[in-house]
């Protein structure tokens, strides 16, 4: 493990951000305090993005998935007198993303995506931006070439391969960690759990990672049904499941019913999360609900 590198006191914005860089560096010296008293061994892997300090990554691509989300690809371009290996995050966490306009500093969390050719000291983002927020006017602007801030990864969801059944339920941008959690179960070959996904989008340009969730199919052990609020100009794809209505609490509460040993996972916008944890916890112990 290496040394947390100190956060310049400037870098903490005083805007309330979770988790305050200041608190973080606190924990990860004492955490490396920790591991020098218990090992000698020489670290193998130097991260490229550190949670105590922010790291300069310039973009690489930007591509419009749909009219409100952008596909970001971001490189380490960072001149800290380290020498990263690898860029490491564990599914499910998130980075903190550093804006700054007439108002001062601020940060808000996005999630890293598991995709195809990914660069080695880099990662690549789903991104929904939003005509009046804050960070989504910044984002809006972004090109190749440009630099950002970031810290992370923070977060410490951990898989439970204990469960025979795994129930996602994702809205909008919230299958960028959902993705990245199913992703990392589907290529465990000793998981024997089955997968399901209910994915809520507002149309058919809103399906995100429609061609990953597809080949996802191929595995025995996952499916997908995709909820659509309006289905016009839908084009379905050979053996995918599009529902032209949005997700109600009977398709969840069929799902659900008769199956025990059974975990339901859930990320979406508050409202959504809230209404559909209310729903499930109706029918399973609240400890068997996970919300991101
Ligand atoms: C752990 C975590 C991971 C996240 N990962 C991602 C990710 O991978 N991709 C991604 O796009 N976002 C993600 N988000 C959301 C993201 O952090 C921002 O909240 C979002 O980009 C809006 O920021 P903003 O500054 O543009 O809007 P703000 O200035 O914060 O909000 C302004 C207005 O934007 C609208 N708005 C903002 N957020 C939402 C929302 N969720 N639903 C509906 N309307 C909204 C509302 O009208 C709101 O009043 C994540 C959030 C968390 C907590």
Request: charge should be negative; charged fraction near 20%; aromatic fraction near 12%.
């Amino acid at each position: 493990m290496e040394p947390p590198e100190p956060p310049d006191e400037s870098d903490c914005c005083n805007s309330g951000c979770n988790p305050c860089i200041l608190d973080v560096y606190e924990a990860q010296l004492q955490k490396y305090k920790d591991n020098l008293k218990k090992s000698t061994l020489r670290p193998l892997e130097v991260n490229s993005i550190s949670p105590s300090s922010y790291t300069i990554f310039v973009v690489v691509a930007v591509r419009r998935i749909s009219p409100t989300v952008l596909l970001l690809k971001f490189e380490y371009a960072d001149t800290k007198d380290k020498t990263p290996n690898c860029f490491k995050y564990n599914c499910g966490q998130y980075l903190l993303l550093r804006g700054q306009d007439g108002d001062g500093e601020f940060t808000r969390a996005y999630t890293p995506i598991p995709v195809e050719n990914e660069i080695k000291l880099g990662f690549t983002t789903l991104v929904r931006v939003y005509p009046f927020g804050r960070m989504s006017r910044l984002l809006k602007k972004l090109q190749v070439g440009d630099k950002t801030s970031w810290r992370g990864p923070y977060g410490d969801f951990t898989i439970n391969y204990n469960y025979k059944y795994l129930l996602f339920i994702a809205q909008g941008t919230g299958i960028a960690p959902v993705f990245s959690v199913i992703s990392e179960i589907i290529n465990n070959p000793e998981c024997e759990s089955f997968i399901k996904l209910f994915f809520c989008c507002c149309d058919c340009d809103d399906i995100l990672l429609r061609n990953e969730l597809y080949d996802l199919g191929a595995y025995w052990n996952f499916s997908c049904e995709i909820f659509l609020s309006n289905s016009n100009n839908l084009v379905k794809k050979y053996n995918e499941v599009v529902h032209e209505c949005k997700l109600t609490t009977n398709i969840v509460t069929n799902y659900i019913n008769g199956k025990n040993n059974l975990q339901t996972l859930i990320c979406g916008s508050d409202n959504f999360t809230q209404f559909f944890k209310n729903e499930v916890e109706k029918l399973v112990e609240s400890n068997n609900v996970y919300l991101f």
